[in-house]
């Protein structure tokens, strides 16, 4: 009975041939992406914190490929983390051009662009680290990092209601809470600081010397005049440079005082001159003649006169407004 049920089902199903077998549409070659998934492997080799490693196979790619704008996003970020800063700012910037940048090439661009720079003025950079982290919010709407970077940058450019508003969507994200409530008491500080440097004079320029009269021959000689007491530095001093920040620690361990301040991105440093400490406004202790080590937790607008040396310092700080 089994093989005539056999026989009969092979009469009814045919056996298939290569005639019956539709034909499979025609691969076009593909050229190698071999480099892709080498770029692949430096891009996790950075993130295990492999950097020569990373460096090294990403420094190859570069000379296979130059020009390559995601080789030069890769380069950027690795120079980033690696605090090489100006480097890293000079290749996002390169790779942010293209239509295809990651939202993370533009996130990391944006905190670049928050650091102070010599070749571009404060409001310059500001709007365009505005500009590259919206870009990067945009493309990924729920990145809670992201949106505190938007709101930093916001709060950098004092578009203070537009960074409230990203820092109140910010704490509906689970766990975001506290850091958004932090973030929203160093805007109000900022913010009542900026409104009370505005009200504040600016320093007049200084008086034009008089020419001096020569006495009739005739008459005595007087005495030369006592040359006029200084006049007591106001805020802001004439022509310094502003930075507002948290003071993370005063370091008076080396041969000047050091006074370091939180930046969203890195730890910028102002030298104190021995024998010439920054005059204090609206010091926090009346008995503070000038800011003592140790200090720290003080939120503060330092105006210094830029002047880099081997130090690591952004200037030496001329006054400190509380």
């Known amino acids: 009975v089994e093989s005539a049920l056999r026989a009969r089902f092979d009469a009814m199903v045919p056996a298939p041939s290569d005639a019956s077998l539709p034909a499979l549409p025609a691969i076009a070659p593909q050229p190698s992406r071999q480099w892709e998934v080498r770029l692949a492997l430096a891009e996790v080799d950075h993130e295990l914190g492999r950097y020569d490693r990373a460096e090294a196979a990403l420094l190859a790619l570069e000379m296979e490929r130059p020009g390559d704008l995601r080789v030069e996003a890769a380069l950027g970020a690795l120079a980033m983390d690696r605090g090489r800063y100006d480097e890293a700012e000079r290749r996002l910037l390169l790779a942010a051009d293209s239509p295809s940048a990651s939202a993370r090439t533009h996130y990391r661009l944006a905190l670049m662009l928050l650091r102070p720079a010599a070749h571009a003025p404060a409001e310059e ?62 805007l109000i500080r900022r913010r009542q600081q900026a409104l009370a440097a505005e009200q504040r004079p600016v320093l007049a320029s200084e008086d034009v010397e008089a020419i001096p009269v020569a006495p009739l021959e005739t008459a005595a000689v007087p005495p030369p005049p006592k040359p006029p007491p200084p006049k007591p530095m106001r805020w802001p001093p004439a022509g310094a440079a502003i930075m507002a920040g948290r003071i993370d620690y005063v370091d008076c361990s080396g041969p000047q005082k050091m006074i370091v301040m939180r930046h969203p991105v890195l730890d910028v440093r102002f030298r104190e001159p021995k024998g010439r400490p920054a005059k204090l406004f609206a010091s926090p202790l009346k008995d503070w003649k000038e800011i003592p080590c140790g200090a720290q937790g003080w939120t503060v607008n330092v105006a210094y006169r830029p002047r880099r040396a081997s130090d690591g310092a952004l200037g030496d700080a001329l006054a400190i407004l509380f």
């Open 125 to 186: 950079r500001g709007a365009a680290a505005v500009a590259q982290a919206r870009l990067a919010l945009d493309a990924v709407p729920r990145s809670p990092d992201y949106r505190l970077g938007l709101a930093q940058a916001l709060m950098v450019a004092e578009r203070w209601e537009s960074a409230a508003a990203e820092l109140r969507t910010l704490s509906s994200h689970p766990g975001w809470q506290t850091r958004a409530r932090d973030e929203m008491a160093e």
